[in-house]
């Protein structure tokens, strides 16, 4: 995989009180990634970014609000999230990158 693609493929972390405590717990990682993302590209794009072996990646899609702007009624984008579950041993340090 290029490095054009890998910077596609993955936004960043996704750093909630839910994912905090499911990365303590169970040693996963949540990212937001692409739409057209598939589980093989998200878990080579981590393997290449961050240097770890992941064992497992569970994908969801969030379905963007419903918001009002005064008269108007507006929609937010649709997004993707990854959880990945590192291999035994490997952790990321989401506070240094």
């Known amino acids: 995989m290029n490095q054009e693609r890998i910077y596609q493929v993955v936004f960043g972390p996704h750093v909630t009180e839910k994912t ?3 990365s303590e717990v169970s040693n996963m990682q949540a990212f937001k990634v692409a739409v057209d993302a598939n589980k093989l590209e998200i878990k080579k794009a981590i393997e290449q970014l961050f240097e770890v072996q992941v064992s497992e990646v569970r994908t969801v899609s969030v379905k963007g609000k419903k918001k009002n702007f005064g008269k108007r009624t507006g929609k937010r984008k649709d997004w993707k999230k990854a959880y990945v579950k590192l291999a035994d041993g490997q952790s990321i ?3 240094a990158e």
Do not use: Q, R
């Open 20 to 22: 905090v405590n499911i």
């Open 93 to 95: 340090d989401l506070a």
